[in-house]
């Protein structure tokens, strides 16, 4: 492990100036980043902590939305009550990710800039990963796909994006909020994360606060999570999926996919082709899905991800549509 300087920054003006430093990156909860320095994943030379950042872990719920401080731990907004009622996809979300110890330390902000879990990435030897050392290749390309991305990867990596909270996000239209140097910005998470899952914060900028807006679909929203084990485990696949139904029949949807590309998957095909479609009618759900699942291009190890998604995307609409 390289040496670096710790500093607890007190106050977020402090937080931002001591951040500018070249080599600077935040620590809020610790549970990715003190990993990545053990794993030699990342060698910062400062680590500013802003675990004590006065406000930043409020979470405020009003007529017009949500608002989620970065620094709220994933269990104080699993369990807060108008997150678990208007916002349930993202109660589910969180209630899911990681263990109860986790989730007691790690925080949203933290959470939205997690790293892949691809094995070839984490692992303690040295292999071609172009994430750990640009231009090194790919190990996963040509080894174990199980695990890897079916739509959106490119030859460069093929891992999926690692956040349920973000999926949630996603599929609720969210907004981050960024304070920097050069002030404060708001980005749409639909921007918020590149085509290789690289975030759009620039070097110094702090997430702030996610803000996500009240609508009906967020109220009869589902996160469901498909994964190897029951608990303590990433995504195979998962859905997050928000709905208002009327007489049986979908009048609004919005949905994304976690665990099959390089970031949060949004199904936008699928949520104009889905209006008017009965709940109960498999097949023209299937039918309605199936110009976004066209797209899907499964490598060597996981060709049963694409319908493992596309059931999974169908069980999570008819939960959510019972909800409304
Ligand atoms: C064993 C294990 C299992 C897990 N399982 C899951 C799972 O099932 N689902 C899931 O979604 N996640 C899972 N996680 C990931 C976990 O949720 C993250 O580790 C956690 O949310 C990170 O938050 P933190 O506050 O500890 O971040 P830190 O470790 O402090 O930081 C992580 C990264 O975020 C940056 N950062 C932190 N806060 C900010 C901010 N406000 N603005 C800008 N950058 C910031 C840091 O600089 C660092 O780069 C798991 C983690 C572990 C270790
Ligand atoms: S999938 Fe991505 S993270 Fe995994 S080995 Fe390939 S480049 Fe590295």
Redesign the pocket.
């Known amino acids: 492990m390289q040496d670096f300087a710790y500093e607890r920054a007190l106050t977020l003006p402090k937080a931002i100036a001591a951040l500018a430093h070249k080599g600077a ?12 320095l053990k794993e030699g994943i ?1 060698a910062p030379r400062r680590l500013v902590d ?2 004590g950042l006065a406000g ?1 872990d409020r979470i405020a719920a009003d007529a017009k939305g949500l608002t989620l401080g ?2 709220a731990r ?1 269990s104080d907004a699993a369990g807060h009550a108008a997150v678990r009622r208007d916002y349930p996809a993202i109660a589910e ?1 969180l209630v ?4 109860p110890q ?2 007691n ?11 892949n879990r691809c094995p070839y990435f984490r692992a303690e030897v040295e292999l071609p990963c172009n994430k750990r050392k640009a231009g090194s290749g790919c190990a996963a390309l040509a080894g174990q796909d199980r695990f890897a991305a079916i739509f959106g990867w490119t030859e460069d990596c093929v891992a999926p994006h ?5 999926v949630a996000l996603a599929a609720l239209d969210a907004t981050i909020h ?1 304070e920097g140097l050069q002030g404060t910005r708001s980005i749409a998470f639909a921007d918020f994360y590149g085509t290789t899952g690289e975030t759009a ?1 620039r070097h110094g ?4 606060a996610i803000h996500v807006p009240a609508s009906e679909t967020a109220r009869h929203s589902h996160y469901l999570k498909i ?1 190897e084990r029951r608990s ?4 195979l696949v998962s859905v997050a999926a928000g709905l208002v139904v009327e007489n049986g029949h979908i009048r609004e949807v919005r949905l994304a996919l976690g665990g099959v590309a390089p970031k949060p998957w949004r199904l936008r095909r699928a949520e104009k082709a889905l209006a008017g479609v009965a709940l109960t009618d498999d097949e023209a759900l299937r039918r309605a899905l199936a110009g976004d699942f066209a797209a899907a291009r499964p490598g060597r190890h996981n060709g049963f991800k694409t319908e493992l998604a596309l059931r999974a995307a169908i069980k999570a609409i008819r939960i959510a549509g019972e909800k409304s």
């Open positions: 990156v935040p620590l809020a909860g610790g549970t990715e980043l003190v990993n990545w990342a802003i675990g930043l970065a620094l994933m979300a899911k990710s990681a263990s986790l989730r330390m790690a925080t949203l902000g933290g959470n939205l800039m997690q790293r690692a956040s349920d909270l973000a960024v914060l900028e702090l997430i702030t994964r303590y485990e990433f995504a």
